[in-house]
C-alpha cells in the first residue's frame, strides 16, 4: 500500500503561481511513475505532468512551457510548480503513484484561479 498526501492548492489570481507538493508513505521504494492530475467541474480527469524515478517528464500541452514537476526519491515526494495561471486551470488536483500495475491516488487539492 502507497498512501500519497498533496498540499498546496488554494486561491490565487490569474497570472499567478503556486507549488503543490506530494509526499508518499507506505511503500514508497517500490513505486515508479508518480504523476499530477486534474478534474474540473463536468470534465474527466486529464493528466497534467508526469515523472518517472530517473526523471523522465512528460508534460500536457495546456501546461508545457508554465509547469514544471520534479521529484525527490530519497523523500518521496513530487512537486509540480505551476506559473501563469490561468481561469481554466482551475480544477482538484490529483496526485498519482504507480506501482507495478498498481495505481495509487491522492485525495485531491483545490485550485482556484481567479480572471
Known amino acids: 500500500q502507497v498512501h500519497l498526501e498533496e498540499s498546496g492548492g488554494g486561491l490565487v489570481q490569474a497570472g499567478g503561481s503556486l507549488r503543490l507538493s506530494c509526499a508518499a508513505s507506505?511503500?514508497?521504494?517500490?513505486?515508479?511513475?508518480m504523476g499530477w492530475y486534474r478534474q474540473a467541474p463536468g470534465k474527466q480527469r486529464e493528466l497534467v505532468a508526469s515523472?518517472?524515478?530517473?526523471?523522465?517528464?512528460n508534460y500536457a500541452d495546456s501546461v508545457k512551457g508554465r509547469s514544471t514537476i520534479s521529484r525527490v526519491n530519497i523523500n518521496n515526494t513530487v512537486y509540480l510548480q505551476m506559473d501563469s495561471l490561468k481561469p481554466e486551470d482551475t480544477a482538484v488536483y490529483y496526485c498519482?503513484?504507480?506501482?507495478?500495475?498498481?495505481?495509487?491516488w491522492g485525495q485531491g487539492t483545490q485550485i482556484t484561479v481567479s480572471s
Open positions: 507506505g511503500r514508497p521504494f517500490s513505486i515508479n511513475t
Open positions: 515523472i518517472t524515478r530517473g526523471g523522465s517528464t
Open positions: 498519482k503513484a504507480l506501482v507495478g500495475p498498481y495505481e495509487y
